[in-house]
């Protein structure tokens, strides 16, 4: 089986583990269960993975690899300070939107990892929050935000990544809406 056809087949397979785990949990789904959702056998399925934690570890380090990507990006565009907290945002809640089973199974589960994976999925969300932190001191530095205590970061992000509980991307605002929405409240509390 060529390279390319596994990728895709194993992508496959993360993205349907994503769905059933959101709807049953890590805990409360066994490797039957999988291997019936992507239509495989269980020797076929460990052809793909190397376990349901493997799946898991999968699942929690794309969408987090993601938004780090994506905050290494707009970090350097060279956005004026509020904007670029709007595009993290906005970005943050689009991928949030576009990957809400994923984002479920991140929040509830991945601490269900163990060892070197876990320590991984870690280091990537706290350097996703420094992100945001650097994102805020350049507004302080550049005199348009007030100082803000360090947890502000965790605020702000749980105020936008529990958007996956209720969000619906075809209801009235789009995720930049909603975004840009929450984050005018926001700035609105920090301006200098």
């Given at each position: 089986?060529?390279?390319?056809?596994?990728?895709?087949?194993r992508?496959r397979?993360?993205?349907?583990?994503?769905?059933?785990?959101?709807?049953?949990?890590?805990?409360g789904?066994?490797?039957?269960?999988?291997?019936?959702?992507?239509?495989?056998?269980?020797g076929?399925?460990?052809h793909y993975?190397e376990?349901?934690?493997?799946?898991?570890?999968?699942?929690?380090?794309?969408?987090?690899d993601?938004?780090?990507?994506?905050?290494e990006?707009?970090?350097?565009?060279g956005?004026?300070?509020e904007?670029?907290?709007?595009?993290?945002?906005?970005?943050?809640?689009?991928n949030?939107?576009e990957?809400?089973?994923?984002?479920?199974?991140?929040?509830?589960?991945?601490s269900?990892?163990?060892g070197e994976?876990r320590?991984?999925?870690?280091a990537?969300?706290?350097r996703?929050e420094?992100?945001?932190?650097?994102?805020?001191d350049?507004g302080v530095?550049?005199?348009?935000l007030?100082?803000?205590?360090e947890?502000?970061?965790?605020?702000?992000?749980?105020?936008?990544?529990?958007?996956?509980l209720w969000f619906?991307?075809d209801?009235?605002?789009s995720?930049?809406?909603?975004?840009?929405?929450?984050?005018?409240?926001?700035?609105?509390?920090?301006?200098?």
């Amino acid at each position: 089986m060529a390279t390319g056809t596994i990728e895709l087949n194993r992508e496959r397979m993360v993205a349907v583990a994503a769905e059933v785990f959101a709807r049953h949990g890590y805990h409360g789904t066994g490797i039957a269960e999988l291997a019936k959702a992507v239509g495989l056998g269980r020797g076929a399925l460990y052809h793909y993975i190397e376990s349901k934690e493997a799946l898991l570890y999968a699942i929690s380090r794309t969408q987090v690899d993601r938004m780090n990507a994506h905050a290494e990006t707009t970090l350097r565009a060279g956005y004026a300070p509020e904007e670029l907290l709007h595009e993290m945002a906005r970005g943050l809640v689009r991928n949030i939107a576009e990957h809400r089973a994923e984002w479920a199974v991140f929040f509830s589960d991945y601490s269900a990892l163990t060892g070197e994976r876990r320590d991984h999925v870690i280091a990537a969300r706290e350097r996703y929050e420094g992100y945001w932190r650097q994102a805020l001191d350049r507004g302080v530095a550049a005199g348009v935000l007030r100082a803000t205590p360090e947890l502000l970061v965790k605020g702000i992000l749980g105020m936008l990544n529990y958007t996956y509980l209720w969000f619906e991307p075809d209801g009235a605002l789009s995720p930049e809406e909603l975004a840009d929405s929450y984050l005018d409240v926001m700035l609105r509390g920090i301006r200098a």
